[in-house]
């Protein structure tokens, strides 16, 4: 059985459901993120930094970032509506966000195959440069949006 597999044509078509359903994933709603835009194998987020999400040193903890650097991750990856999990990641930090802040963190798809795709993501703040990302996701064989034999 042969499918219509068009991922162009299944993000343009779903492209709604799909911000959608990041938009209300738990944990990223638990922790204030909101997606502001949803490409094709791109994604944008911020979260404002909160006191209860700081560490001992009065700044985001880096567990925040990497959590903003993941949801991205995970929109991006899942954009195209066929099912992506992450495989690894690397997160480098390179300055303090500070409280009451708002953090950006921006995802771009570098390259994708039929079963692997990287990202590279940017955490920014005030203009400034947080800290990077850079992803690798397993990209399954199954759609979580409607497909047509």
């Not at 209300?24 to 209860?52: Q, W």
């Not at 991750?73 to 066929?82: E, P, R, T, V, Y």
């Not at 990287?118 to 199954?142: F, H, Q, T």
């Amino acid at each position: 059985m042969k499918y219509d597999l068009s991922e162009q044509n299944l993000h343009e078509r779903y492209k709604k459901e799909i911000f959608e359903l990041f938009e209300n994933e738990p944990y990223a709603s638990f922790l204030g993120i909101r997606l502001t835009e949803l490409g094709k194998g791109t994604a944008v987020a911020e979260i404002e930094v909160k006191d209860h999400m700081l560490n001992s040193h009065g700044t985001a903890h880096g567990a925040v970032l990497f959590a903003l650097a993941d949801f991205v991750f995970a929109a991006a990856c899942n954009s195209h509506g066929k099912t992506s999990v992450g495989l690894s990641t690397t997160m480098n930090y390179m300055a303090a966000g500070k409280a009451g802040s708002t953090i950006k963190a921006t995802a771009v798809e570098e390259k994708k195959n039929n079963r692997t795709a990287w990202y590279n993501i940017r955490l920014e703040s005030d203009g400034e440069l947080l800290a990077v990302m850079e992803a690798l996701a397993y990209r399954k064989n199954d759609y979580f949006v409607p497909v047509q034999p």
